[in-house]
């Protein structure tokens, strides 16, 4: 469906305009940056939005860069104390509190965005700048419901030449090239059974699994755009435990500790094992299991079938302080980490790990921490025996936000695209719909379609969009 900007503007209801700070100070710099070292002169213009807390974090690696020229702020709170910091280093940046009013208004002065709002408005954000002709950065997960995966990296194919990056930073650091470069030269081979596990605490695990309707409604914060913030969400009054984070473990607005991390845990190993989508997934185990946010612990199966001459492969997802995976022997004692409770494992060792994954293969077994943490072959006297087996790993020729700056400047591709990072994406809301309804789920790669339960098949697309969002859908 082609559809020009004007007419797409036309049919969205748009906010009141977000007005005009003062700020006072400008990012300084600290050393050279990278462009600085590579002798690159262009930059890219970029609007941000999403500007507080993970926004403030990114708004800052991209600085570090040297490669951007900041155009536009976008936030729905603005005004608010964590989004005053970001509005200090950018006094000729023009401020919006509606991303629509941005592109309306402004769309011609930018050629890229950085969006790091709550997972719930990845979807029509990165919709309409790729509909604007933007290159896009999106922090993880790339969209909450399978639907609008499926949807963004359609609308991703069909443009070529806009750039697409998310946020999985682990992507561009050492275990993204060790990875490759082990699985080239054999060492990693055969994998039958992953263990991904992230039990560090969450924000939600004080919280009453006995509710039975949502939070009651607060007052809105002064000068916050809440019906923006919602997008095609269906209307929830305001409570500050939607804000700040808290939106994580909602089922309504995030994807709860497997969309969090597991972007980060898992991405090398769905993306060079070519897992593509499970034909299982199973929820073995829910601790404080509720109709409105994410248990406080969780134990999901997924299983994915042969590709080729490669195995299939189990991947088990453990989230949850009283939720160890077990431990293989030789494991070792790194990674742990002493501040996290006592756990129910029974005989296991008393280790408390850091998030990460274990891999097993026929022959090896492999342990790595989150991010672009690098592998270890375990225990350590096989590591030993292998030492000289192991071919030598390239070095990163740029970080994650490098990488998307020079993928606009054409002269890299980004290594996680919405055509690479979508499908992992679309596991995890396979992960969370199994979640949601505490159960089994048989679903079927081909057709895209879960077989044995309607329900279920019915979530893959979510709720309908609210009144005046439904244009997002049809881009």
Not at 58 to 70: K, W
Not at 230 to 246: I, V
């Amino acid at each position: 469906m082609t559809t020009s900007r004007r007419q797409f503007l036309k049919t969205m209801t748009l906010a009141s305009a977000g007005l005009a700070f003062a700020p006072s100070s400008v990012l300084a710099a600290d050393g050279k940056t990278f462009a600085q070292k590579k002798g690159i002169n262009e930059k890219v213009k970029i609007a941000y939005i999403g500007i507080g807390n993970r926004g403030e974090q990114i708004i800052n690696d991209f600085a570090a860069t040297g490669m951007v020229d900041v155009v536009a702020l976008c936030d729905v709170d603005m005004g608010a104390p964590h989004t005053q910091k970001v509005i200090g280093m950018y006094p000729k940046a023009k401020q919006f509190r509606d991303f629509r009013q941005m592109f309306d208004k402004i769309g011609n002065e930018f050629e890229a965005v950085a969006i790091a709002t709550p997972d719930h408005s990845h979807f029509p954000i990165s919709m309409l700048a790729l509909a604007m002709g933007k290159h896009v950065y999106v922090e993880k997960p790339l969209a909450r419901t399978f639907l609008e995966a499926e949807l963004l990296m359609q609308a991703a194919r069909k443009r070529p030449n806009q750039v697409t990056q998310v946020g999985n930073q682990g992507h561009s650091e050492a275990n993204y090239f060790q990875f490759k470069a082990w699985l080239d030269a054999g060492i990693i081979k055969d994998v039958t059974a992953v263990t991904a596990h992230m039990n560090n605490p969450r924000r939600w695990h004080k919280w009453d699994t006995n509710i039975y309707k949502l939070p009651a409604g607060e007052q809105i914060p002064k000068d916050m755009d809440w019906d923006t913030w919602l997008c095609a969400c269906p209307y929830h009054e305001y409570n500050k435990d939607y804000h700040q984070g808290q939106w994580r473990c909602w089922y309504d607005f995030g994807m709860g500790a497997l969309g969090d991390w597991g972007a980060h845990i898992l991405d090398t190993v769905h993306e060079f094992l070519d897992l593509g989508l499970p034909y299982e997934v199973t929820m073995k185990y829910a601790n404080g299991h509720n109709d409105y946010f994410y248990p406080y612990s969780s134990t999901i199966l997924f299983r994915f079938p042969q590709r080729g001459s490669m195995p299939p492969v189990d991947v088990t997802w453990y989230d949850g302080l009283d939720n160890l995976p077990p431990i293989p022997a030789g494991y070792g004692v790194s990674g742990l980490d002493p501040n996290i409770p006592t756990t129910n494992q029974g005989d296991t060792p008393k280790a408390k790990l850091n998030p990460g994954k274990i891999i097993y293969t026929k022959d090896l077994i492999f342990k790595g921490a989150s991010h672009g943490s690098t592998l270890q072959i375990i225990p350590e006297e096989k590591a030993k025996e292998m030492e000289k087996l192991l071919p030598e790993v390239p070095q990163s020729p740029s970080n994650h936000f490098e990488n998307f700056l020079l993928a606009c400047l054409g002269r890299e591709k980004t290594r996680s695209p919405f055509e690479i990072n979508g499908v992992l994406s679309q596991v995890f809301s396979l992960g969370v719909i199994a979640q949601r309804l505490n159960t089994q789920l048989f679903f079927d790669p081909r057709t895209k379609t879960i077989t044995n339960n309607e329900f279920a098949n019915a979530m893959l697309a979510g709720l309908p969009p609210r009144k005046g969002w439904e244009q997002f859908y049809k881009l």
